[in-house]
């Protein structure tokens, strides 16, 4: 059974930094433990969840929402079971539950639809204050 746990978040000011964690297990269809596609999303208090960042495992493509380029920066750990969310310069309007996502097929022009992922993390809470 795959499982993607987050952590790292909390509370921070504004203008702080954090770095989440996704770390994913029971991904038998790939020798790497690894799904092909990773993302990030957050829903923000009230509102729908939006997608952050994605990153095809096998390339090394990512791409970001326009709202976090430039802050976010997805990435794979190491150990290669992991994936990173680091994010500078955080807002108040970051303030959400963080989602970590697999998908097993990458897709560029959708990168950002749920409907590519079929796992998904519980979400770790990030609050960030002014």
């Known amino acids: 059974q795959v499982q993607l746990v987050e952590s790292g978040g909390g509370s921070v000011q504004a203008g702080e930094s954090l770095r989440l964690s996704c770390t994913i297990s029971g991904y038998t269809w790939s020798t790497t433990n690894m799904a092909p596609v990773m993302a990030w999303f957050r829903q923000r208090p009230g509102q729908e969840r939006e997608a952050l960042a994605a990153?095809?495992?096998?390339?090394?493509?990512?791409f970001y929402a326009a709202s976090v380029e430039g802050r976010f920066t997805i990435s794979q750990g190491h150990t290669k079971n992991t994936v990173f969310l680091q994010m500078n310069r955080l807002a108040p309007g970051d303030t959400a539950i963080y989602y970590c996502?697999?998908?097993?097929?990458?897709?560029?022009?959708?990168?950002?639809?749920?409907?590519?992922?079929?796992?998904w993390g519980r979400g770790t809470q990030v609050t960030v204050s002014s």
């Open positions: 990153l095809y495992t096998r390339g090394g493509s990512s």
């Open positions: 996502a697999s998908g097993r097929s990458w897709d560029s022009q959708r990168w950002a639809h749920e409907g590519l992922y079929n796992f």
